[in-house]
Each structure stands twice: as structure tokens, then as C-alpha cells.
T-cell receptor
């Protein structure tokens, strides 16, 4: 699985847009990029997944440049409840199972 | 549709005892994964199971740890003769059965079982 690098922590004020970038220089052709969110004392929760360009859902947007060596999770207008750890994962989505490996993630602290 | 359920949520064991962690996947999911998370660390893959089959146990310690997913009932992660280093949060995830016969990628996680070994 491609190794990922993310900032260890970020702070943001409520109402701001937050962008968390993940580097994955060794991403393979059949790898997808998936982001999970984890609150304290809870299991990770799927946020968004993409392969290239831009993906948007009701929670977040995911921007992936043409070379796919990085990706950016964008959270619009964060609130205090968005304080969590965000994990970037890279792995195949070829119909087989994804043996995901979580890094240490990015700890986002939203400040009132 | 109930999510992934794990019990117990908290488990305290003394060194040398056995720990049994249970996981009931989401309805319609036939793929189960177990992960371990140490404090301040990310989740580490342990094992992937389908009903009655262990598909990948490459992340499981060679000794004392075992997992099963019987035809009926929850998946069980068993840790025999626990040691203090086994103290961690253990998460179970499940995913649907894909049309190709393989798991579809998005995994849905349970709330975890926090094991404390005294």
C-alpha cells in the first residue's frame, strides 16, 4: 500500500474552510484515495473517496491533481463538531478487499 | 439499519486471562475486518474474514491471537493469556458483498472495544 504523509495537527476557527493535504508519492495506477474521520472513543467513519480530479458529497470535497501524488480534503465552514482526527488512505479499489493501513492522521482542532 | 456492533465496549482483564471481543457486522455485510489502535496511533490491520473463512491474517500476532467468523453469530477476536501490551482499542469493520464476490471497498466501523490489561 502506498505510504501517506499528512500534517500531524491543524487548528481552525469555526466557520472557516479547512484544507488537509495528504502526500502519496508512490500511489499506484489502481489505487483510490479515501478519507476517514475519527472522533475520540469512536471508530473511523468514511467521509469521501476519489480517484482523480474532484469529488464532492454533502460532507466534504476531495481534490486530486493530475499526477495523483497528493490529495486535499476540503471541509467547508467547519464547526466545533468537526474536531476529530482525519485519516488519508490509499489502496486498490479493484473489487478486492482493501487492507487499509491508517497512518497517524491529522488532528483537527476547531476553535470557537 | 443498525451499524456495526461491538461488545463489550470496555473489557478489563488481568495478565494471563483470555479476552473475547465480539463483532456483529452490518446487515447484509459478509466481510469483517479487525484492527488494533494503540494510544495516539493509527489503526493497524489485523485480520480479514468472510463467513467461515480467514482470508488474510497477515496483521495478526503469530501467538495468542485468533479470529473467527462463523456461519451463524458474530465474529470473535480471541486473545489468550493477555499481557499488558495487548491493552488497546480493537475495532471491527464490515463491508458489503460485491457483485464480483469480493468486498466493496468502503468499510463501516464499529465503536470499538477498549481492552485494559492489569
Amino acid at each position: 500500500l502506498a505510504k501517506t504523509t499528512q500534517p500531524i495537527s491543524m487548528d481552525s476557527y469555526e466557520g472557516q474552510e479547512v484544507n488537509i493535504t495528504c502526500s502519496h508519492n508512490n500511489i499506484a495506477t489502481n489505487d483510490y484515495i479515501t478519507w476517514y474521520q475519527q472522533f475520540p472513543s469512536q471508530g473511523p467513519r468514511f467521509i469521501i473517496q476519489g480517484y482523480k480530479t474532484k469529488v464532492t458529497n454533502e460532507v466534504a470535497s476531495l481534490f486530486i491533481p493530475a499526477d495523483r501524488k497528493s490529495s486535499t480534503l476540503s471541509l467547508p465552514r467547519v464547526s466545533l463538531s468537526d474536531t476529530a482526527v482525519y485519516y488519508c488512505l490509499v489502496g486498490p479499489n479493484s473489487g478486492g478487499y482493501q487492507k487499509v493501513t491508517f497512518g497517524t492522521g491529522t488532528k483537527l482542532q476547531v476553535i470557537p | 439499519n443498525a451499524g456495526v456492533m461491538q461488545n463489550p465496549r470496555h473489557l478489563v482483564r488481568r495478565r494471563g486471562q483470555e479476552a473475547r471481543l465480539r463483532c456483529s457486522p452490518m446487515k447484509g455485510h459478509s466481510h469483517v475486518y479487525w484492527y488494533r489502535q494503540l494510544p495516539e496511533e493509527g489503526l493497524k490491520f489485523m485480520v480479514y474474514l468472510q463467513k467461515e473463512n480467514i482470508i488474510d491474517e497477515s496483521g495478526m500476532p503469530k501467538e495468542r491471537f485468533s479470529a473467527e467468523f462463523p456461519k451463524e453469530g458474530p465474529s470473535i477476536l480471541r486473545i489468550q493469556q493477555v499481557v499488558r501490551g495487548d491493552s488497546a482499542a480493537y475495532f471491527c469493520a464490515s463491508s458489503p458483498f460485491g457483485t464480483s464476490g469480493r468486498a466493496r471497498e468502503t468499510q463501516y466501523f464499529g465503536p470499538g472495544t477498549r481492552l485494559l490489561v492489569l
